[in-house]
């Protein structure tokens, strides 16, 4: 089971870049590392998922060094409507790759 | 991306009553779904894997006889709450996840539950 730590929350302002790392000691060999957003009462939207090196997508970036240790999430320039809990997730459980969630980052997005 | 979807989005009821969500996903197929409560402030906790076909598999300390899991299409689950009381008032979100390995978990929008 892959336990994963986060900052609790950070702070931004509109425009800048907003990087959120993750760190999973005990990441298994065969797990992949999962963002996901959350806004207030709603499901959990994914972002982005990797394995290793550097991924890229329309709304995020994700970086995995080579031990796969931790992760980092980086958001281009910001707006207020990215204001939202950040999970990383690194799990899969036998065969039925159960995710379970962490603490999770609030970010704060300021005008 | 995929399409889970959970009704009704929000319910009230009596204390003592049993209601039940439905989790479908509607594009694909998922042998697996998973329940999730979620506290306000907190993050989401993970009840139970419901499986097509074959009973439900609960995570520690969750009562299976009150939260009753159904899984009785690839494409539906169904979560009952029975006897509610206050203390089960809470957010509950379903994911579900395409057939094979590693692929994203797709949520629900969730059910806001509130017993009275």
Redesign the interface.
């Known amino acids: 089971l892959a336990k994963t730590t986060q900052p609790i929350s950070m702070d931004s302002y509109e425009g800048q870049e907003v990087n959120i790392t993750c760190s999973h000691n005990n990441i298994a060999t065969?797990?992949?590392i999962?963002w996901?957003q959350q806004f207030p009462?709603?499901?959990?939207?994914?972002i982005i998922?990797g394995y290793k090196t550097k991924v890229t997508n329309e709304v995020a970036s994700l970086f995995i060094p080579a031990d796969r240790k931790s992760s980092t999430l980086s958001l281009p320039r910001v707006s207020l409507s990215d204001t939202a809990v950040y999970?990383c997730l690194g799990g899969?459980e036998g065969n039925?790759?159960?995710?379970?969630?962490?603490?999770?980052t609030k970010l704060n997005v300021k005008p | 991306?995929a399409v889970?979807s959970?009704h009704p989005s929000r319910v009230i009821c009596k204390s003592g009553t049993s209601v039940k969500i439905e989790c479908r996903s509607l594009d694909f197929q998922a042998t697996?779904m998973?329940w999730?409560r979620q506290f306000p402030k907190q993050?989401?906790?993970?009840m139970a894997?419901s499986?097509e076909g074959s009973k439900a598999?609960y995570e520690q300390g969750v009562e299976k006889d009150k939260f009753l899991i159904n899984h009785a299409s690839l494409t539906l689950s169904t979560l009952t709450v029975t006897s509610a009381h206050p203390e089960d008032s809470s957010?509950y979100?379903c994911?579900a996840?395409r057939r094979g390995?590693?692929t994203?978990?797709?949520?629900?929008?969730?059910t806001?539950l509130t017993v009275v």
């Open positions: 065969n797990d992949y999962t996901y009462s709603q499901g959990p939207r994914f998922q999970y899969s039925f790759n159960k995710f379970y969630f962490g603490s999770g | 991306g889970v959970q697996t998973f999730y993050s989401l906790m993970l894997t499986n598999t957010f979100i994911s996840r390995e590693n994203e978990a797709f949520f629900g929008q969730g806001r």
